[in-house]
């Protein structure tokens, strides 16, 4: 058989599976979303709001950043080494059919960022629309995932954590683990554990933010007063449940510090 006759339906599968990927999930420059006001303001007045319309997922640079719903606001920790970090590229899924994205036309910058200030994002069909603001941040993020039924106190409960790690030259920007969590005072002990192939709980030990591998680490809230120091080593925005609690400081554990060092 020609292998051309065979390659043609293949080159003409991929070309058609690209283009289904396109449209089934846009990925556009997060300038081309820019709308103006009086274009923002038109599709607020012909719509209804709906909070139940809601963004499952946004991603940006293929990151995908904390959607805390409670507070109404996006998070994206800024990329600290990306070429692209302040026009990144932008998908988005939503609990809803023939929805789009448009933002408030407004670029982000350093200086924007370091003020935390507000961005303007609408998701909209024909009939709802729903607004969230979008802050930018120039810290790494952790979210700790728990069951809501039950409540961080000193006794610890199951939990998953993910890490984004923004800082320069790290290669695994993302870090996932199973642990336990627990309180202390206004402090979050948590440990890292992990599945052996024989199914079996151990310690996982990982180096979290550039600092020597462990499987315990506290984190320690910041004062509200005092200015985001990104020269500061190891702070990070805290998230509980994609609930925003804060600027941490993350560190080992004294026991665990005091086993790096033996």
């Given at each position: 058989m020609n292998k051309s006759k065979i390659l043609i339906p293949i080159i003409v599968f991929f070309i058609v599976l690209t283009i289904l990927i396109i449209v089934l999930n846009p990925i556009h420059k997060y300038n081309r979303l820019?709308?103006?006001?009086?274009?923002?303001?038109?599709?607020?007045?012909?719509?209804?709001?709906?909070?139940?319309?809601?963004?499952?997922?946004?991603?940006?640079?293929?990151?995908?950043?904390?959607?805390?719903?409670?507070?109404?606001?996006?998070?994206?920790?800024?990329?600290?080494?990306?070429?692209n970090q302040y026009n990144p590229n932008v998908s988005y899924s939503t609990n809803s059919k023939n929805v789009?994205?448009?933002?408030?036309?407004?670029?982000?910058?350093?200086?924007?960022?370091?003020?935390?200030?507000?961005?303007?994002?609408?998701?909209?069909?024909?009939k709802e629309y729903h607004i969230y603001n979008l802050i930018c941040t120039d810290l790494p993020i952790i979210n700790i995932s728990y069951?809501?039924?039950?409540?961080?106190?000193?006794?610890?409960?199951?939990?998953?954590?993910?890490?984004?790690?923004?800082?320069?030259?790290?290669?695994?920007k993302i870090t996932i683990s199973s642990g336990k969590i627990k309180k202390d005072g206004e402090s979050y002990i948590f440990s890292l554990q992990m599945l052996t192939p024989g199914k079996n709980k151990r310690d996982n030990m990982c180096s979290i933010l550039g600092m020597k591998p462990s499987s315990e680490y506290i984190l320690t809230p910041v004062n509200n007063n005092m200015?985001?120091?990104?020269?500061?080593?190891?702070?990070?925005?805290?998230?509980?449940?994609?609930?925003?609690?804060?600027?941490?400081?993350?560190?080992?554990?004294?026991?665990?510090?005091?086993r790096n060092e033996g």
């Open positions: 820019f709308v103006s006001e009086s274009k923002w303001n038109s599709i607020q007045e012909s719509r209804i709001e709906n909070r139940d319309l809601v963004l499952d997922d946004i991603k940006f640079n293929d990151y995908k950043l904390i959607i805390d719903e409670q507070n109404n606001t996006i998070y994206y920790s800024v990329i600290n080494d990306s070429k789009k994205l448009v933002i408030l036309s407004d670029e982000i910058t350093d200086q924007k960022v370091k003020n935390n200030y507000q961005f303007k994002i609408m998701i909209y069909n024909e069951n809501k039924d039950e409540e961080v106190k000193q006794k610890s409960v199951p939990m998953e954590m993910y890490l984004f790690d923004n800082l320069l030259n790290v290669p695994n200015e985001k120091d990104t020269n500061k080593n190891n702070r990070v925005e805290l998230f509980l449940n994609n609930e925003y609690k804060g600027v941490y400081e993350l560190s080992l554990t004294r026991k665990e510090g005091e």
